[in-house]
């Protein structure tokens, strides 16, 4: 049995950089607290050679003109901390979440699927590394090792089976996270190292240090085990960011909103997953911030809404974030938020991913992904709600539709029973040809309609239907099933049409045609 551990130094930082990348190259300066007491809470290495220090005020930071400043968000934090159990969970589904920066893994029976331990290590570095996080990486047959040597060691450690001791030795005691008292006494003692703590008598240290001091004992010897807490995974894979001044325009706030999506497809394919429905909400920063309080658009301005919705609804689960931005694009160009924006928070539905394989003899079909931006290309032209695929209503009443989300069917393999006798079919006129009709004792017997005058030689009907009478336009038709035959100077046609009466307008109709 094996353990792995990841931990993200600096986390607090690089949760913050995941969202923009560009600061992982300039010095930056993290900020918490309250106005005027705002405190550097974390910094980069860049930001730490010009002197930068952690409880500096942010006073004293702005001294440094080329160090960036950024607010601590305990959002990005949560967003960050997910995509880290996103990353565990593609490679193991034993995950522990030892904290917000250290995941531990159980590792047994993966050497199958990817290899030996370094190479299941190297897995978990290029997963991390995907998803914007730099993390250290330590693999051993105790779990406690593990997550000790993850926070001391850069890069990639593998500890043999049975040297835990030897990797442990030279690493300091507060590595092992004593009390302040505890600590304290080991100090008195001269005891700074793993080595020197575990050469101590264990009976000695009990009586002195009690149970806290014999299981630090058994960490510094690498002896100390136990299960691991189990984590199960979730479906929920959301992305934030929150901008320090508002955009009102629709190219930047696209570049963000690519970043954000490009993030959650990582994340979700890392998965095995696909995206079936995104939900993006915009804070918006409302007129009545940058009025003065007893103006008289004050008023007017806090009843405008703070927020701005949109949901974008896929036929088929996709994995493609350049596909998916062009979708928000112009379903945004169509119907833009109405203030600048100034926070943006993206939830995304997962999906299983369709694998569809074309027939030899059957006609290729579009690509689903591409026919859906088409499809939203031509909605912001005619209209959301007239592209779609129609759906026929519960009701008798002719052409009766409304338009629905395309949806892509499943491809189903075709019918192969035996095949019945002839049958008829009808074919549906939509829109539905005017007509018009000479009745004899209340029976069709001639009709004419494009431009053609036939005679009717058999009727059968009428059948009344009827409907809608609770409405303000309830409607009421007789329909006639007649055989017409028309007659020209070169010969004489028969057809079997559907022609009906629409009492509510006095209208003759023809529906269609039977083959």
């Given at each position: 049995m094996s353990f792995a551990a990841i931990f993200v130094p600096n986390f607090t930082f690089q949760a913050i950089a995941r969202g923009e990348p560009e600061l992982r190259i300039e010095p930056v300066a993290v900020i918490e607290g309250q106005p005027p007491t705002y405190r550097v809470a974390a910094l980069n290495r860049l930001a730490e050679k010009l002197g930068v220090t952690v409880g500096m005020t942010k006073a004293n930071v702005e001294q440094f003109p080329q160090v960036q400043i950024r607010n601590r968000s305990k959002t990005q934090e949560e967003m960050g901390h997910q995509a880290l159990l996103d990353a565990a969970w593609s490679i193991s589904s034993r995950v522990e979440d030892a904290g917000r920066d250290t995941l531990l893994?159980?590792?047994?029976?993966?050497?199958?699927?990817?290899?030996?331990?370094?190479?299941?290590?190297?897995?978990?570095?290029?997963?991390?590394?995907?998803?914007?996080?730099?993390?250290?990486?330590?693999?051993?047959?105790?779990?406690?090792?593990?997550?000790?040597v993850a926070r001391a060691l850069f890069g990639i450690t593998?500890?043999?089976d049975g040297r835990e001791a030897r990797f442990l030795e030279s690493l300091p005691v507060a590595m092992l996270s004593p009390s302040p008292q505890l600590a304290e006494i080991f100090e008195r003692w001269g005891v700074s190292t793993c080595k020197s703590l575990a050469s101590l008598p264990v009976l000695d240290l009990s009586e002195r240090a009690g149970q806290e001091g014999v299981h630090l004992h058994a960490l510094a010897g690498g002896r100390a085990t136990r299960p691991l807490l189990i984590v199960q995974p979730t479906d929920c894979f959301e992305e934030c960011f929150e901008l320090e001044d508002a955009v009102d325009n629709l190219e930047p706030l696209s570049f963000l909103l690519g970043r954000l999506l490009q993030q959650v497809c990582v994340r979700i394919s890392a998965r095995g997953l696909a995206i079936g429905a995104i939900h993006v909400t915009f804070e918006l920063q409302t007129a009545f911030e940058s009025t003065v309080l007893f103006s008289p658009d004050a008023i007017s301005?806090?009843?405008?809404?703070?927020?701005?919705?949109?949901?974008?609804?896929?036929?088929?689960?996709?994995?493609?974030?350049?596909?998916?931005?062009?979708?928000?694009?112009?379903?945004?160009?169509?119907?833009?938020?109405?203030?600048?924006?100034?926070?943006?928070?993206?939830?995304?539905?997962?999906?299983?991913?369709?694998?569809?394989?074309?027939?030899?003899?059957?006609?290729?079909?579009?690509?689903p992904q591409k026919l859906e931006l088409t499809l939203a290309r031509i909605a912001t032209v005619v209209g959301e709600g007239n592209v779609g695929?129609?759906?026929?209503?519960?009701?008798?009443?002719?052409?009766?539709f409304h338009m629905q989300k395309f949806f892509?069917?499943?491809?189903?393999?075709?019918?192969?029973?035996?095949?019945?006798?002839?049958?008829?079919?009808?074919?549906?006129?939509?829109?539905?040809?005017?007509a018009w009709v000479q009745l004899q004792k209340k029976v069709p017997a001639r009709v004419a309609f494009q431009g053609m005058l036939g005679t009717v030689i058999r009727a059968s009907g009428p059948w009344r239907s009827s409907g809608d009478w609770w409405e303000d336009q309830p409607w009421q038709e007789d329909a006639w099933d007649v055989e017409i035959q028309f007659t020209s100077e070169s010969r004489t046609v028969e057809g079997l049409y559907r022609v009906s009466f629409d009492l509510r307008f006095e209208k003759w109709w023809v529906r269609g045609v039977y083959d």
């Open positions: 893994l159980d590792l047994s029976g993966l050497s199958r699927l990817f290899g030996g331990q370094e190479q299941i290590a190297h897995r978990i570095l290029c997963r991390t590394s995907e998803l914007g996080m730099d993390v250290h990486i330590a693999v051993s047959a105790n779990v406690e090792t593990a997550r000790i593998v500890v043999p301005a806090r009843k405008s809404p703070r927020t701005f919705s949109c949901t974008l609804q896929l036929p088929v689960p996709s994995q493609d974030s350049t596909l998916l931005l062009k979708l928000l694009r112009l379903r945004l160009q169509a119907k833009p938020p109405g203030a600048p924006v100034r926070k943006i928070h993206l939830l995304a539905e997962p999906g299983r991913s369709r694998a569809t394989q074309s027939g030899l003899f059957v006609p290729a079909s579009p690509d695929s129609p759906y026929l209503l519960d009701t008798h009443r002719p052409d009766a892509v069917p499943p491809a189903t393999p075709p019918h192969r029973g035996p095949r019945s006798g002839a049958q008829t079919a009808f074919r549906v006129f939509r829109p539905a040809l005017p």
